[in-house]
């Protein structure tokens, strides 16, 4: 309930703040995306994850504005590097089941991206396999609402949730990211290095692209290099960081 309060305000008194993931590209190392994660600077509790504030947001219906704010947010900052000269990466955005739910998405997002003058194709939006399980049809149609204005779709998580593959097909999907559990398990037994293999083949054959999430060591960059999986987010490269932090790392400080 305390909590509830705090989350309330949080948007006025500006205490929450996106920090960025680099993704990179496997075949040629280079930083071509990264992904917004919320974070929230409690004033008494310090850094909370998104983890125990979003549960409450979306039950509480204040996903709706802290959605919003991260959308637009995000977007600034792609702006802002595209306008510093920085290459123009893409920027990934987590959307959470009540904000996919909510009929106005595809114009909203139409309307972020003419505030802020990013480019369609510079957008991703993350979904997860259970938003789009929960009603295929509705979840179908607003996908295809989101294709429309020209900007990615990805389906996070991929793996841990229940998942069709008969409906992967029918959906517009750009990208899928494998979830971390099957990636820390590649170079622990032969069975969790099929199951990545096979995801990326899959991927593949519907020709969408293969993301692998939770990289911490050279030895699974290795493996996925040899699946031919596209691109990777993970430790071993770089933890979620600062806008400013991330700045230096495109300039190569
Ligand atoms: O950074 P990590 O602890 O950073 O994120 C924890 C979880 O919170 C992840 O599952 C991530 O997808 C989710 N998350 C991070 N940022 C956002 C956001 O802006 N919106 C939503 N809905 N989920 C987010
Ligand atoms: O669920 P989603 O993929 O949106 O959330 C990303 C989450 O994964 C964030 O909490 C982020 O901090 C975390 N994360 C990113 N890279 C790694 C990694 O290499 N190892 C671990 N353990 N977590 C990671
Ligand atoms: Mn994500
Ligand atoms: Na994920």
């Given at each position: 309930l305390e909590l509830e309060g705090g989350l309330r305000n949080a948007l006025e008194r500006r205490e929450f703040c996106l920090h960025y993931?680099?993704?990179?590209?496997l075949a040629s190392g280079r930083v071509?995306?990264?992904e917004a994660l919320l974070r929230w600077l409690h004033p008494q509790k310090g850094m909370i994850s998104p983890d125990d504030f979003i549960p409450l947001a979306e039950e509480t219906g204040l996903i709706t504005p802290i959605g919003a704010w991260v959308l637009d947010e995000a977007c600034r900052q792609a702006i802002a590097w595209q306008k510093a000269g920085l290459p123009e990466l893409r920027m990934a955005v987590n959307l959470?089941?009540?904000?996919?739910r909510k009929g106005d998405l595809p114009q909203q997002v139409r309307k972020t991206l003419y505030q802020t003058g990013l480019a369609a194709d510079r957008l991703e939006l993350e979904?997860?396999?259970?938003?789009?399980?929960d009603d295929p049809v509705g979840a179908k149609q607003?996908?295809?609402?989101?294709k429309d204005l020209g900007i990615s779709l990805s389906l996070d998580d991929f793996g841990t949730g229940y998942s069709s593959l008969n409906y992967l097909r029918r959906f517009p999907v750009d990208s899928l990211k494998i979830d971390r559990s099957f990636i820390r398990d590649v170079v622990i037994d032969p069975s969790g290095a099929s199951v990545v293999n096979s995801i990326v083949d899959i991927a593949h054959n519907l020709r969408i692209a293969a993301?692998?999430?939770g990289v911490e060591t050279r030895e699974q960059l290795d493996f996925l290099v040899g699946c031919g999986c596209d691109s990777?987010?993970?430790?071993?490269?770089s933890?979620?960081?600062?806008?400013?932090?991330?700045?230096?790392?495109?300039?190569?400080?």
């Amino acid at each position: 309930l305390e909590l509830e309060g705090g989350l309330r305000n949080a948007l006025e008194r500006r205490e929450f703040c996106l920090h960025y993931q680099p993704q990179v590209d496997l075949a040629s190392g280079r930083v071509i995306g990264c992904e917004a994660l919320l974070r929230w600077l409690h004033p008494q509790k310090g850094m909370i994850s998104p983890d125990d504030f979003i549960p409450l947001a979306e039950e509480t219906g204040l996903i709706t504005p802290i959605g919003a704010w991260v959308l637009d947010e995000a977007c600034r900052q792609a702006i802002a590097w595209q306008k510093a000269g920085l290459p123009e990466l893409r920027m990934a955005v987590n959307l959470s089941a009540r904000q996919f739910r909510k009929g106005d998405l595809p114009q909203q997002v139409r309307k972020t991206l003419y505030q802020t003058g990013l480019a369609a194709d510079r957008l991703e939006l993350e979904l997860t396999e259970s938003m789009v399980m929960d009603d295929p049809v509705g979840a179908k149609q607003t996908m295809q609402g989101l294709k429309d204005l020209g900007i990615s779709l990805s389906l996070d998580d991929f793996g841990t949730g229940y998942s069709s593959l008969n409906y992967l097909r029918r959906f517009p999907v750009d990208s899928l990211k494998i979830d971390r559990s099957f990636i820390r398990d590649v170079v622990i037994d032969p069975s969790g290095a099929s199951v990545v293999n096979s995801i990326v083949d899959i991927a593949h054959n519907l020709r969408i692209a293969a993301v692998a999430e939770g990289v911490e060591t050279r030895e699974q960059l290795d493996f996925l290099v040899g699946c031919g999986c596209d691109s990777y987010q993970g430790f071993f490269f770089s933890k979620p960081i600062p806008a400013d932090d991330f700045t230096r790392l495109l300039r190569g400080e």
